[in-house]
T-cell receptor
């Protein structure tokens, strides 16, 4: 079956540090890949997505590139802010559609001044 | 106004009680989902519905039931609540043409 593995947290960084949150997946074919973010006390919201190999999703300074050869979709940001503190979820939607998302366990990010 | 709303936002109940969580959406989407979130486990799919007449079990449907009363409304019921159903529950919606799901703010449920 499909699965998503992401690095455990919490990840604690100083403001303006570089962020990487690793995500790898197991799925047949060419799933679509997503990063969702959950701010404290809120529901999940889409951060970025990529629907085919080598696509780069980007939003709010965050980027992730769909790497079919390594089955990865790592999230990066060059300079984090305190306001980026949240839980980040990697997810996939299976090839062929169906809209059923499989989520990773989430990575909590804490950014300190 | 929020596009996806959930009621109640917080609920405390006792073991054995029946409880209903409600979800409404104004996005006009045809697909709706219920997830639960537990620490260290991410989100797991309970039930999903691609249409008013379509209901499907997710990976953890035991102990839950759902009702799709209209395109905009999707309710989750716990017929006889048990403590390990204590969790954060999210409703989500999507359009059949898009894969992106839009989430409600969540319902925090505590079963004593």
């Amino acid at each position: 079956g499909n699965s998503v593995t992401q690095m455990e947290g919490p990840v604690t960084l100083s403001e303006e540090a570089f962020l990487t949150i690793n995500c790898t997946y197991t799925a047949t074919g060419y799933p679509s890949l997503f990063w969702y973010v959950q701010y404290p006390g809120e529901g999940l919201q889409l951060l970025l997505k990529a629907t085919k190999a080598d696509d780069k999703g980007s939003n709010k300074g965050f980027e992730a590139t769909y790497r079919k050869e390594t089955t990865s979709f790592h999230l990066e940001k060059g300079s984090v802010q305190v306001s980026d503190s949240a839980v980040y979820f990697c997810a996939l939607s299976p090839w062929g559609g169906g809209n059923k998302l499989t989520f990773g366990t989430g990575t909590q990010l804490k950014v300190e001044l | 106004d929020a596009d996806v709303t959930q009621t109640p936002r917080n609920r405390i109940t006792k073991t054995g009680k029946r409880i209903m969580l409600e979800c409404s959406q104004t996005k006009g989407h045809d697909r709706m989902y219920w997830y639960r979130q537990d620490p260290g486990l991410g989100l797991r799919l309970i039930y999903y519905s691609f249409d008013v007449k379509d209901i499907n079990k997710g990976e953890i449907s035991d102990g839950y039931s759902v009702s799709r009363q209209a395109q905009a409304k999707f309710s989750l019921s716990l017929e006889s609540a048990i403590p390990n159903q204590t969790a954060l529950y999210f409703c989500a919606t999507s359009d059949s043409m898009q894969e992106t799901q839009y989430f409600g703010p969540g319902t925090r449920l505590l079963v004593l």
